[in-house]
């Protein structure tokens, strides 16, 4: 088997790029200050968060204070890793963890339990 490259990325506050409970990007201005606020321009971070990932090139990569919702982190792959990771997920409140996978990592196997 190949090499395999394995990092984390804690994405703080990744919870904000989204609409609450939706698989939508927020596209509104936030009317709040400080760390609990939606960010004023949602692409820009989500192209800093995407252009880290793309440049480490990991081949998994644990995602620390994610969104909460599974579909929301599989919307930012698809939008800003060109679809290239399968995405695994744990739920725990309004920041969850989630493990991205390169698709067509040879030998390797995973099971979801």
Request: proline share 4%; aromatic share 8%; glycine share 10%.
């Amino acid at each position: 088997m190949e090499a395999i490259k394995i990092c984390s990325f804690n994405c703080e506050w990744m919870t904000h790029l989204f609409k609450t409970g939706k698989a939508e990007f927020w596209k509104g201005v936030s009317q709040n200050k400080g760390m609990g606020s939606k960010p004023k321009d949602v692409q820009k971070v989500c192209g800093k968060i995407s252009g880290v990932i793309k440049e480490v090139k990991p081949d998994i990569i644990g995602i620390e204070e994610g969104p909460p919702l599974k579909k929301q982190m599989e919307l930012f792959v698809r939008e800003y890793l060109n679809d290239e990771y399968e995405v695994y997920s744990m739920p725990h409140g309004s920041q969850s963890v989630h493990t991205l996978v390169r698709k067509g990592i040879k030998g390797l196997t995973i099971k979801q339990i």
